[in-house]
């Protein structure tokens, strides 16, 4: 799996996403089209994310395979 990110949010496999609660849902206007994702989104761990990220970032990377 690819995980890249920039100021409009995240992307995996290059699908962009946006992060709500402790989940990172498809952004609105895929959900429109895939209402499937409301009810069984895909999952990244914000702990991942908060604590993985920003030390990437530092490093000048901005996108990496999980």
Do not use: A, C
Not at 17 to 38: A, T, V, Y
Not at 49 to 65: A, D, K
Request: glycine share 4%.
């Amino acid at each position: 799996m690819e995980v890249s990110w920039d100021t409009n949010g995240f992307y995996i496999n290059r699908k962009h996403f946006f992060i709500q609660g402790i989940n990172i849902f498809p952004d609105k206007r895929r959900l429109e089209k895939n209402p499937r994702w409301i009810y069984n989104p895909p999952v990244v761990s914000k702990v991942f994310i908060n604590n993985l990220l920003p030390n990437l970032e530092q490093l000048g990377i901005n996108t990496i395979r999980v």
